[in-house]
């Protein structure tokens, strides 16, 4: 027998490694298979709708969300913009660059939002609402466990 923690961690990356070839599948079904990272294309859609100025994180601030290196997000940044997909222009700070989407970008992002419903849908499929809330929640806590958070009020009125 599989000892928990074992059990667990393989667990884990077969979740990962599976989410991830899911997604990867629905963005080639939709011709979208050279967007590398279609989390930050949808990360750069809400920054264009949070901010009328186009401003966005840095690519510091976009690599600890996306949990990749800087050097990775200015690749993918690059590779977005050799696609079409974005364009970059001097932002009133001289540090920053406005990265701003471009149409084809805007239709990408549709694409790519689809394709994370699809796989959730999937993934969750025979999941009741309290279930889906529930499974939701331990992973918060899971996530903020593992960064050595610790849990906000709500958090913690909403566990079991």
């Known amino acids: 027998m599989i000892p928990v923690s074992n059990e667990l961690e393989l667990l884990s990356q077969q979740i990962n490694l599976a989410h991830r070839a899911a997604v990867q599948a629905e963005l080639i079904a939709a011709d979208l298979n050279e967007i590398g990272h279609p989390m930050l294309l949808t990360i750069l859609q809400s920054c264009a709708d949070s901010d009328p100025d186009g401003q966005c994180h840095a690519q510091r601030e976009l690599a600890e969300l996306l949990h990749i290196s800087p050097a990775a997000v200015a690749n993918s940044l690059k590779s977005l913009e050799k ?75 909403e566990e079991p």
């Open 83 to 157: 696609g079409g997909y974005i364009r970059r222009e001097r932002g009133r700070d001289a540090r920053r660059n406005r990265v701003l989407l471009t149409p084809k970008g805007q239709q990408a992002v549709i694409g790519c939002q689809m394709a994370f419903e699809t796989v959730s849908r999937r993934m969750l499929q025979g999941f009741s609402p309290v279930e889906r809330e529930q499974l939701l929640s331990f992973r918060r806590r899971m996530l903020h466990n593992l960064r050595g958070e610790s849990p906000t009020k709500t958090q913690a009125k």
